[in-house]
C-alpha cells in the first residue's frame, strides 16, 4: 500500500530561525540528495520504494512528506526516518540536523477514496483525515486584542508601502499592513496544501474539491493548475512577497506575480474579518487605494471574466470562440503560456519557470 509519510527536520541546536537565503540552501540540498533515493530495505527481505517527495522549509526546520509503497504503516513510517537519517549523515551541509518525527497523516488509497465517495460517512472521517495532513501549521486560536496584537506587530514588515497606501487613517493603517504581511504566510502555506492534494490524486484545480487557494484562481485555466503549476506559483509569487517586505516597490512583472498579490490581498481582508476588525465592506475602500498604488496600472480583471473553459476538451461547437478569446488574450499578454513571463523583457527569473 502507498503512504504518505510527513517528517519533520529540525536544524541544529542553537539555530533559531533560517533566513530566506538559507531556506533555499536547505531545499536544495534536501531536493538533490532525495531525487537520488529509489528505496530502502524494510522488514525482512522486502523492499520500500520511494515514490515521490516533496519539501517545504520554513524559517523552524523542514517539512518533508514521502509517498512511499510500504508493507505497513509503521514500516513506512520507519522507512522514512532511515531515508533522512541517512540523508543527514551523508551530508555535510545539515551536519547537526536530526528528524523530529516521522508519521503517516493519510494514505494515497484514502485520499482517492475521498475523491471518488459520494458522501457516506467514510467521507466525513476521511474529510478529517484530509484536514488534520493539511493543516500542519494551522493558527492557533485567539480572541480579537490577541489578533489586533498580532497584526500591528507585524504592520513596520510592510515596509515597500507608507501609511498613505491605505485608503485609511490611525490604527486601521497598521491592521491592513499587518493583515497584509500575515496573508503572504497563509497563502503560501496553502498553496503548498493544494500542491499535495494534487500531486497525490494526479489532479488538476477543475477535477479536486476542497482546495485552499488554487480554486481562487481565474476558473477559465482551471485544467491547467496541476502540481505542476502550484510549484511554479509558489516561485512566482516570492519575489511579490519579498519586495512588499523591501525598502522599494517594484509592481508586478508577470500575470503570475498579479495574480499572487491578488491572492495576497484578498487573505488580508479575510483575516481582518475573520479576526472581528473590519467588516469586508470596510477593507474594500481600505485596499482600494493600495490595489490602486500596488499594481501600477496592470490590470488581469477580465481573466475573471472569461465565462468559458479555455484548456482541457474543448466543445466542437465552442472551439471557435474559445480560440478567438485566447487570441485577444495573448494579445494582451494575458494568455496562459504568458503568465509567468516577466513583461518588462528582464529573463532574469527562476530556471523552474522557464519550463513553463
Known amino acids: 500500500m502507498d503512504y504518505a509519510v510527513t517528517a519533520e527536520l529540525g536544524p541544529p541546536t542553537g539555530v533559531v530561525e533560517l533566513d530566506p537565503l538559507q531556506q533555499e540552501g536547505i531545499a536544495a540540498v534536501l531536493d538533490r540528495h532525495l531525487a537520488l533515493v529509489e528505496g530502502v530495505s524494510g522488514p525482512g527481505e522486502s523492499d520500500i520504494d520511494v515514490l515521490d517527495y516533496r519539501i517545504t522549509v520554513h524559517p523552524a526546520g523542514a517539512s518533508v512528506v514521502l509517498a512511499l509503497d510500504a508493507p505497513s504503516l509503521l514500516a513506512a513510517e520507519d522507512a522514512a526516518a532511515s531515508v533522512l537519517d541517512e540523508l543527514i ?70 515596509r515597500a508601502f507608507g501609511p498613505d497606501a491605505f485608503g485609511a487613517e490611525g490604527e486601521a493603517v497598521a491592521l491592513a499592513a499587518g493583515a497584509l504581511v500575515h496573508a503572504v504566510r497563509v497563502v503560501t502555506d ?100 493600495f490595489t490602486e498604488r500596488a499594481f501600477g496600472g496592470l490590470d488581469h480583471d477580465e481573466l475573471y471574466e472569461v465565462d468559458l473553459p479555455l484548456a482541457g476538451e474543448v466543445e466542437p461547437e465552442t472551439a471557435a470562440q474559445v480560440a478567438k478569446v485566447e487570441a485577444e488574450l495573448h494579445s494582451r499578454g494575458l494568455a496562459f503560456d504568458q503568465w509567468f513571463s516577466p513583461r518588462d523583457g528582464n529573463p532574469a527569473q527562476h530556471p523552474y519557470l522557464d519550463s513553463l
Open 89 to 158: 549523515s551523508e551530508s555535510d551541509v545539515l551536519a547537526g540536523w536530526s528528524v523530529a518525527h516521522s508519521e503517516v497523516r493519510i494514505t494515497e488509497d484514502e485520499f482517492n477514496l475521498l475523491a471518488a465517495s459520494d458522501g457516506s460517512d467514510v467521507v466525513d472521517e476521511l474529510e478529517a483525515a484530509v484536514e488534520e495532513a493539511l493543516e500542519t501549521s494551522a493558527e492557533p486560536a485567539m480572541d480579537v486584542e490577541q489578533w489586533r496584537s498580532r497584526f500591528l506587530g507585524l504592520a513596520p514588515r510592510l
Open 190 to 289: 496553502e498553496v503548498f496544501y493544494d500542491e499535495l492534494a494534487l500531486a497525490v490524486n494526479n489532479a488538476t484545480v477543475a477535477d479536486a474539491v476542497g482546495l485552499l487557494v488554487l480554486e481562487e484562481l481565474p476558473p477559465c485555466y482551471d485544467h491547467r493548475y496541476d502540481a505542476f503549476f502550484a510549484r511554479a506559483f509558489v516561485l512566482a509569487s516570492t519575489p511579490v512577497a519579498e519586495r512588499l517586505t523591501g525598502t522599494s516597490w517594484t509592481p508586478p512583472r508577470s500575470v503570475a506575480e498579479e495574480l499572487a498579490l491578488r491572492l495576497f490581498i484578498n487573505e488580508a481582508r479575510v483575516a481582518l474579518e475573520a479576526a472581528e476588525l473590519m467588516t469586508w465592506d470596510d477593507s474594500e475602500s481600505v485596499f482600494a487605494v
